[in-house]
């Protein structure tokens, strides 16, 4: 393996055997993906160049992993995945999924963990940083859940950092700290 990245042997062999699926509007890029899947020992790369040219890759090919862009035309990488996350509808619907943007805004992120996204790459990325966020779809899956209008990988648990206040005295009218108030 061309990667410093050390991976336990059982995780490397069901890497090599994986299908992945790259959908991207831009050739460069899904070359450049495919040349960092091959380097951690992934050959079976299938390409879709848009959205709904993805959607039927999965149905015909089945992969065991999909990468997707979230720009793109016709069908952007949101859409792609709530329509793929629609059990009933579309035939794969627990298929591991990766969005690799160049955007990085806070809404997007958080917009891609509501849509049922396995994890969240930005662009540029690296061949390790590629490796890490496949490893741990494999290693550490998380199954699959509905409730309230949501299908995809159970959430992983989410940490509200609380800004902290400092106590009042006793005359004083209570603060709030972030969403919350404290009360004495």
Excluded: C
């Excluded at 790459?121 to 309230?148: G, H, N, W, Y």
């Excluded at 959430?155 to 009218?173: G, T």
């Amino acid at each position: 393996m061309a990667n410093d990245t050390q991976v336990p042997k059982h995780l490397q062999q069901r890497m090599e055997a994986l299908k992945v699926l790259l959908v991207d509007d831009d050739p460069h890029m899904r070359k450049v993906v495919r040349t960092m899947l091959a380097a951690i020992g992934i050959r079976q790369v299938y390409e879709a160049s848009d959205g709904l040219a993805g959607l039927e890759a999965i149905r015909s090919l089945t992969p065991d992993l999909v990468i997707v862009d979230w720009e793109m035309p016709m069908l952007d990488g949101a859409q792609f995945i709530r329509m793929v996350r629609s059990p009933g509808d579309f035939p794969y619907p627990d298929v591991p999924i990766i969005i690799l943007t160049g955007h990085g805004d806070r809404w997007r992120v958080v917009e891609a963990a509501k849509v049922g996204a396995h994890e969240y790459l930005l662009k540029p990325v690296s061949t390790k940083a590629l490796q890490d966020r496949i490893v741990s779809i494999l290693a550490k899956p998380r199954p699959t859940v509905k409730m309230e209008g949501y299908y995809g990988p159970a959430p992983r648990k989410l940490v509200f950092l609380e800004e902290r206040v400092p106590e009042p005295e006793p005359e004083e009218k209570p603060k709030k700290a972030g969403n919350v108030f404290i009360l004495h």
